[in-house]
């Protein structure tokens, strides 16, 4: 069973509207989750970390994390076509870092104008 | 922004092969990673290292060795290539293992 699990597997969002993508733990060792962003051709990129409970925005880009349910989502807001891309959650667990990040299956965000 | 340069970009082998993937990372990183990358299963790690001499076995290591020659440069091999190791390889480096990763382009290895 995947231990990191996303929803939905795609997403098409208007111009400017508000993208919503999911991510829960199966792994109550797993509290400090990543998303990452892969651009076609490209390999993926860090947007940002969370591990306390609550939301933390950077820039357009809002992460919420719950963790008394191990779920953590990714909202990004004024969607631009640039934002067009896969998406993945990763995790790790929060004081045992050596054995690295597990991915997820990722969601794939299309952005029409 | 810290770079990976994996090597080569793609590669052609047939069932048997000797391949070896090149990975050097310039950001001082004491962390580097192997992934592979498969619809339907995501980012799956093979190998990591956390310095020259170091290696640690990951998810998936069956088929695959790796060595880490030097702080910067980090090799996949694969002795005897099979097509289930089909796929696209990425690279990533990291300080520490909770900091990001810095992926490399990826290399797109067919085995036929």
């Known amino acids: 069973q995947q231990k990191v699990q996303q929803s939905p597997e795609s997403l098409s969002v208007p111009e400017g509207g508000m993208a919503s993508l999911n991510c829960t733990s199966s792994d109550r060792n797993f509290q400090y989750f990543w998303w990452y962003r892969q651009h076609s051709g490209e390999g993926p990129k860090a947007l940002m970390?969370?591990?306390?409970?609550g939301d933390k925005k950077e820039g357009r880009f809002t992460a919420h994390l719950n963790k008394a349910s191990l779920h953590v989502s990714l909202h990004i807001r004024d969607s631009q076509p640039s934002d067009s891309a896969l998406y993945f959650c990763?995790?790790?667990?929060?004081?045992?870092?050596?054995?690295?990040?597990?991915f997820g299956l990722g969601t794939r965000v299309s952005v029409f104008p | 922004e810290a770079a990976v340069t994996q090597s080569p970009r793609n590669k052609v082998t047939v069932t048997g092969g000797n391949v070896t993937l090149s990975c050097r990372q310039t950001?001082?990183?004491?962390?580097m990673y192997w992934y592979r990358q498969d619809t339907g299963h995501g980012l799956r790690l093979i190998h990591y290292s956390y310095g020259a001499g170091n290696l640690q076995i990951g998810d998936v290591p069956d088929g695959y060795k790796a060595t880490r020659t030097t702080q910067e440069d980090f090799f996949l091999l694969l002795e005897l290539a099979s097509p289930s190791q089909t796929s696209l390889y990425f690279c990533?480096?990291?300080?520490?293992?909770?900091?990001?990763?810095?992926f490399g382009h990826g290399t797109k290895l067919s085995v036929l």
């Open positions: 990533a480096s990291s300080m520490t293992t909770n900091e990001r990763l810095f």
């Open positions: 950001n001082s990183h004491n962390y």
């Open positions: 970390s969370i591990f306390s409970d």
């Open positions: 990763a995790a790790s667990e929060l004081n045992n870092y050596a054995q690295g990040l597990t």
